[in-house]
């Protein structure tokens, strides 16, 4: 029987998680971890009856303990909590699917108790992998990938020496947008760029992913996960996302990993490794594809991605100050308070404003995120 837990269980990938779970009858659920939404976090507990859940806020937390009171599990909240939810002795898994910087502290927690990770928290590796995979190395625990691109890279690596890669071909769908111009895409209004073209995801990525800075802190993520240069990462516009991505070797090989765009299989797969499973569901049909194009991803309109090159490269603090700046900004969008342009000429300013940190701790980092809000902050009121 397999122990997981699993942060961010109310989510996108936390609840396809479970689905994961439901569908395997040799995965227990030891415990859960969720921001404010007690209602699915009670249907959750009273499914798979974890020992432990956390509630981000304590109010709410107090609402869950006295709906489960007939239960026999023990609720807490708030960074304390997470910490023990990441922790809980019985888990061999941490599923970290909790959104934000958040993360970072407990998947450290989960780690220095030896637990492997199933990593779906690109801000943990963003903005802490020089932390992060010294970390995993002196521990001795794994790092899953359960993001649909690096879950790719990681199959087309398995086997390989990691020495022999010479690039690795990161593929986009290059979003609801793909094509537009900046002056095109100023009236975009929310409810446009909620609509990806392939992936049915969260709120917060989908926005992501419609100004390519999602693929920019992807690029982030592959290059700690895989021990390469930022250089090294090719973005490549595969708009009907059938290819999730590939690796190029020294000898002009190319390993590409395809499949339909699910995010349950890259989950199970972190879940099993290395054992494959059979997964319900739909599979490719060439005949019916006919065929795939690639294009370049446009970096002119699209500054997301251009910007996390840049921060990328320079490294240090500045990919802390294009994830806080970056979240500040989404959440203004979605509250309808910035147009969408706006986003990225916010993560621009930002950057521009920052003194960089070369080696940062976690409380620097941590202390750069809340700076860049003020910073940010600042701004708007001006």
């Keep these: 029987m397999k122990k997981i837990a699993v942060l961010g269980s109310t989510g996108s990938i936390g609840t396809q998680t479970l689905e994961v779970v439901r569908n395997n009858g040799d995965i227990r659920v030891t415990a859960l971890a969720a921001g404010r939404n007690i209602e699915k976090l009670e249907e959750q507990v009273r499914e798979f009856k974890p020992k ?29 909590g997470l910490i023990e939810a990441a922790t809980e002795a019985e888990a061999e898994i941490v599923v970290t699917a909790i959104v934000g910087m958040i993360g970072i502290r407990p998947t450290i927690a989960a780690m220095e108790a030896g637990k492997d990770i199933a990593l779906a928290n690109k801000e943990t590796l963003v903005t802490a992998g020089h932390i992060i995979m010294p970390l995993a190395k ?6 899953l990938p359960v993001d649909s691109e690096h879950s790719a890279i990681f199959q087309c690596l398995n086997g390989e020496n990691h020495r022999q890669i010479a690039k690795i071909l990161l593929t986009a769908s290059g979003g609801p947008f ?41 690029v982030m993520e592959a290059r700690w996960l895989f021990d ?43 879940l099993y490794y290395p054992e494959r499973r059979d997964l319900p569901g739909e599979r490719l049909d060439f005949w019916k594809i006919g065929q795939i194009t690639f294009e ?48 990225t000429d916010m993560i621009e300013e930002a950057m521009r404003m920052h003194q960089v940190i070369a080696n ?15 910073v940010l902050a600042e701004l708007e009121s001006r």
């Design 138 to 143: 002196e521990k001795n625990v794994r790092i």
């Design 296 to 343: 370049k991803p446009d970096f002119e309109n699209f500054k997301g991605i251009s910007l996390a090159y840049e921060a990328g490269r320079i490294g240090g603090s500045m990919p802390t100050v294009f994830n806080a700046a970056n979240e500040y900004a989404v959440s203004l969008f979605l509250d309808r308070k910035i147009g969408y342009l706006t986003i």
């Design 52 to 80: 432990l859940v956390c509630v981000w806020e304590e109010a709410k937390a107090k609402e869950l303990a006295l709906a489960v009171r007939d239960m026999d599990v023990r609720v807490v909240s708030g960074m304390d």
């Design 178 to 218: 793909r094509g537009r111009t900046r002056e095109e895409m100023r009236e975009v209004r929310l409810e446009d760029a909620l609509k990806h073209p392939n992936w049915a995801m969260g709120r917060k990525i989908t926005i992501d992913s419609s100004t390519m800075v999602n693929k920019g802190l992807e």
């Design 360 to 374: 940062p701790t976690v409380e620097q980092i941590l202390e750069t995120e809340a700076r860049t809000y003020e």
């Design 228 to 270: 390469v240069t930022m250089d090294q990462v090719q973005v490549v516009v595969q708009p009907k996302s059938v290819i999730h991505s590939m690796v190029e070797f020294l000898d002009g090989a190319v390993m590409a990993q395809l499949g339909t765009p699910d995010m349950k299989l890259p989950i199970q797969y972190a």
